[in-house]
């Protein structure tokens, strides 16, 4: 029902953590959580129980880890919105974690408001990488590749470069002044020629081809 809060599910394998962003988030009308998880079992059973908006995923813990959590959440709930929750922002655990099919990644350490900011942006189908994770991600030395036929059209390419920056397909229409409809079809054409499944994918894909600045 258009309105009602943003459902959340917590997976942390320390209460202590669990508890904080409980208490973090408990002050948002407009945010509810609905269940937590203290590993990648437990979360796995948990999403599939209360089919949350988003899953705020931790990436180390017992039993199973964040990111293998994560990829069969997203085999069973493709809706689902996973935002990772790490103290490592290195570029190559970055993007394990994306090709998991996460459309967020924050530090442990984010603030509050930035924390409810993250949860809102993916939920509105956007992507949302914190300070620190975008400039390891946007400004750390790549080795040169061997240069590579683009299947894609400059059109697709402008539209996959927006969709890398975390803009939702709305906003691409509104900056490109063309239709939604356009935009999503050029969206599952860019999928279909590079053989890619998610957003996520789609932003890694941007990244190390250097299409985005």
């Keep these: ?18 508890d904080g962003f409980i208490a973090r988030l408990e002050l948002e009308s407009d945010i509810e959580v609905i269940g937590t998880a203290s590993n990648g079992v437990e979360a796995v059973e948990v999403v599939n129980k209360f089919k949350p908006d988003v899953v705020l995923m931790d990436v180390s813990m017992p039993i199973m880890n964040g990111i293998e959590a994560t990829a069969l959440i997203k085999e069973e709930h493709p809706e689902v919105r996973v935002l990772m929750l790490t103290m490592h922002d290195n570029r190559e655990y970055i993007m394990k974690v994306m090709q998991a099919g996460a459309v967020g ?10 924390m409810v900011q993250a949860i809102k ?3 509105q189908g956007s992507t949302y990488f914190c300070e620190s994770v975008t400039q390891t991600l946007f400004t750390q030395e790549i080795a040169p590749a ?3 036929s683009n299947p894609l059209s400059r059109r697709e390419e402008s539209v996959l470069k927006m969709v890398a920056q975390g803009h ?8 490109l002044d063309i ?4 935009v ?21 894909y941007a990244v190390e081809n250097g299409l985005v600045d």
């Design 121 to 123: 942006t993916v939920n």
């Design 168 to 175: 939702s397909s709305k906003k691409i229409a509104s900056l």
């Design 179 to 182: 239709s939604y409809r356009t």
């Design 105 to 114: 990644y924050m530090l442990k350490d984010i603030s509050a408001e930035k």
């Design 1 to 18: 029902m258009y309105g009602s809060p943003i459902s959340v599910v917590i997976v942390d394998d320390h209460q202590v953590v669990l």
């Design 184 to 204: 999503e079809t050029h969206r599952q054409n860019i999928k279909h020629k590079l053989d890619l499944h998610s957003t996520a994918q789609l932003a890694t």
């Design 146 to 148: 061997a240069p590579k």
